[in-house]
């Protein structure tokens, strides 16, 4: 999985919903990082000490984005090498493809789909 930042996708949520007021712009400086799925399920969102919790995918460096949630989204693998996901309640929501997910929805993943969360957050998934 390929993280990174989504400029579109931010000026399309600050456009349509005006969720994260006018003091959340986008990162002047942005990167990328790749993440590998491994084991049966992985956790997105951003790590808290006071939570204890540390999400397998955590997006708690900067630029952090405040639009994503302690507990966001959660991966799951199948035995056939299948990912799915799924949102377990996010504040903000979890969209696959442009298509916003209901709670508790799962979700197969495909090489090249993408994973929009929080004000700017975008997940990419490649094989390999």
Do not use: C
Not at 39 to 45: E, V, Y
Not at 73 to 92: C, E, K, M, Q, R
Not at 100 to 121: C, Y
């Amino acid at each position: 999985m390929l993280v990174a930042s989504d400029r579109v996708y931010y000026n399309r949520m600050k456009a349509s919903r005006a969720v994260f007021g006018s003091d959340v712009e986008f990162p002047a400086h942005t990167s990328e990082r790749r993440i590998r799925l491994v084991g049966k399920q992985m956790r997105i969102g951003r790590r808290s000490a006071a939570r204890d919790l540390v999400p397998e995918i955590d997006l708690a460096d900067k630029p952090v984005d405040p639009g994503v949630s302690r507990l966001h989204a959660v991966l799951a693998s199948a035995s056939d090498g299948t990912w799915f996901i799924s949102d377990p309640g996010s504040a903000n929501g979890t969209y696959v493809n442009s298509r916003e997910l209901d709670v508790g929805e799962r979700v197969t993943l495909h090489e090249g789909d993408r994973i929009n969360l929080g004000a700017w957050t975008v997940i990419t998934v490649h094989r390999g």
